[in-house]
């Protein structure tokens, strides 16, 4: 999902995981529309999404491991959570160590997060999604603040996961080059309106005038 700085790709990202309802329109997954299921159906499909914001929302004083393990969170209360931090049990300290080692900062374990670079704590975000075995991951803007290089690798390494592990990737990215690169279907989003919908081959230089214009008299032309 790409689109200019105001356009509504956080808010659509949270409107898909329902922490932000939908003034108009709907969210439906699997079919089902959210605003037609129960607290406890709610509940269950929240815990099969998983979102990285914007800021990743890593805890800075935590550990890696305990921010990898806060992912599984949502499955318990309060309670549950806690001594899931002070005493993990031994199968998912085993998952999350996995998951550290699997996007590459598994050396990274008991740091301190805030301790670790920009590029390291996005992927520490990523292993924190992934811990819960979600069917869906929603990210927003996830390479934000790193050189393009690691960009890419980080989006290669989510496109990579979401084939292996079978879950759907909705991304949203500033950076268009990175997006034409390596997914295979661009949302273009403006003014909380979707502008396209295709394959980044079937993407001209109009649309892509259209959808970063600065001048928004060209936006009442259209409408
Ligand atoms: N809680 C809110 N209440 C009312 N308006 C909001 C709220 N959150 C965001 N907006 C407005 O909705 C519009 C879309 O914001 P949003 O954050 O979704 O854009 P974005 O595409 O994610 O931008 P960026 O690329 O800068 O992150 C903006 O005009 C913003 O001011
Ligand atoms: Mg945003």
Redesign the pocket.
Known sequence: MV????????????SCNGT?PAAAGGVAINGRALSDMGERELRRTRSELAFIP?DLALVPELRVVANVLAGGFGRGGLLTALRALLKPRRADAQRAFELLQRVGVGDQLYKRSDKLSGGEQQRVAVARALFGGPRVLLA??PVASVDPERARDTLALLLELAREQGFALLV?L?NLKLARELFGRLLG?RR?RLLFDCAPEQLGPGELAALYALDPSEDEQRD
């Not at 689109?3 to 949270?14: E, I, N, Y």
Request: glycine letters at 20%; zero cysteines; aromatic letters at 0%.
């Open positions: 689109g200019p700085s105001g356009a509504g790709k956080t808010t659509l990202l949270r932000v914007q927003d803007e949203s500033h989003l909380g």
